[in-house]
């Protein structure tokens, strides 16, 4: 090859670094379409209508834990309570329903929800306590405190509404998630609110550089006070969506999507030290996490090798994107 020919070839992938470093959502659309043709050639005939609403109906919830991961991670943070938070709530709820009815209910499970995002906002905010400590601390009390709830509360029974059943389970026109009726305008919000809003554009600069951010005056710790708290209601809100999507409550219901929480977000782009991402990534990355499940389960892998599979394909798909997005 000709040194000519060489510069070409090097100005080309540079160019197509440069445009998909522009719009980082594209290889992660491709790689979504991949894995369901990819699917689809593992079992022919699992692609249909009822498949897409039953896998956007069981990402949905992953993907509102995500924007709890997706906002804390962009600070430089990181809220290892979500899922613990998530299952907290469905089973708060679960359990009031028949006392206080079904709104009742949501308030009474958003409550504690919003109260564990202000004790971890005030630690990591006020007191400095690393995120990663604060809400891992704060995660095992929960849990704890959901044990002795259920104890108590041993004969009291739990019921998920019709309303929550509705929202979370079933479908508009045979084919869309009523689910999306609560994600679509949340979603939106977010999206929105985090490139458009004073606040979203706080959480950018409080990641970028936080110590550049409090000598312009930022307030940082009522920054990541307020940040917390909207993480804690989202986190609840996830749980009792997918409580509808389920049928059921436990105090462990959500917990086993932590870890996809944090994986839907590193695999949307959005950088651990902060300062780089969005939501729209994190979309993706919770469906692509639901599509990547389901290709497991057709394959009938032992779960240790689904777990391996798993982690190891999470890992190449992070360590691939962000190489194919960073600076040229």
């Known amino acids: 090859m000709s040194a000519q020919a060489a510069s070409a070839e090097r100005r080309a992938a540079g160019t197509a670094r440069s ?28 692609v249909s209508p009822s498949w897409v609403s039953s896998t956007v109906r069981f990402a949905v919830p992953l993907a ?10 962009l600070t430089g943070g990181i809220d290892l309570s979500v899922a613990v938070v998530a299952s907290m709530s469905s089973y708060v709820m679960a359990t009031n329903v028949s006392d206080v009815g079904w709104f009742g209910a949501v308030v009474l499970a958003l409550i504690p929800a919003a109260a564990v ?15 990663l400590i604060m809400t891992i601390s704060t995660s095992l009390i929960v849990s704890g405190l959901v044990n002795v709830y259920a104890r108590l509360n041993i004969t009291g029974g739990t019921r998920v509404p019709p309303e929550i059943s509705f929202l979370g389970g079933q479908t508009l026109f045979g084919f869309l ?6 994600f679509v305008p949340l979603a939106i919000v977010i999206l929105v609110a985090l490139r458009g809003s004073g606040y979203g554009r706080l959480l950018y600069a409080v990641g970028d550089n936080e110590i550049a ?23 609840g809100l996830a749980g009792l969506i997918y409580a509808g999507v389920i049928g059921s ?7 086993p999507y932590l870890l996809p929480s944090v994986a839907a977000v590193v695999i949307g782009g959005t950088s651990i030290f902060g300062g780089r991402g969005g ?9 692509i996490l ?3 499940v389901t290709l497991l389960n057709v394959l009938q892998a032992p779960e240790a090798i689904r777990q391996i599979l798993f982690g190891a394909i999470i890992l190449a798909v992070a360590a691939t994107y962000t190489r194919i997005t960073q600076d040229a």
């Open 19 to 46: 445009w998909l470093r522009d719009r980082p959502i594209v290889p992660l659309f491709l790689l979504l379409i991949g894995l369901v043709a990819l699917l689809e050639v593992v079992q022919p005939g699992i």
């Open 64 to 73: 509102i834990l995500a924007a709890c991961q997706t906002m804390t991670m």
């Open 117 to 131: 995002g202000l004790v971890n906002g005030i630690g990591v905010g006020i007191f400095r306590v690393h995120p």
């Open 177 to 182: 998630p009523n689910n999306l009726l609560v």
């Open 213 to 235: 951010a409090r000598l312009a005056g930022v307030r940082v710790g009522h920054v990541l006070v307020v940040l917390y708290v909207i993480s804690g209601v989202l986190a």
């Open 249 to 255: 409550a436990t105090g462990r219901l959500v917990d």
């Open 279 to 287: 939501y729209a990534g994190s979309i993706v990355g919770a469906l």
């Open 290 to 292: 639901t599509v990547l």
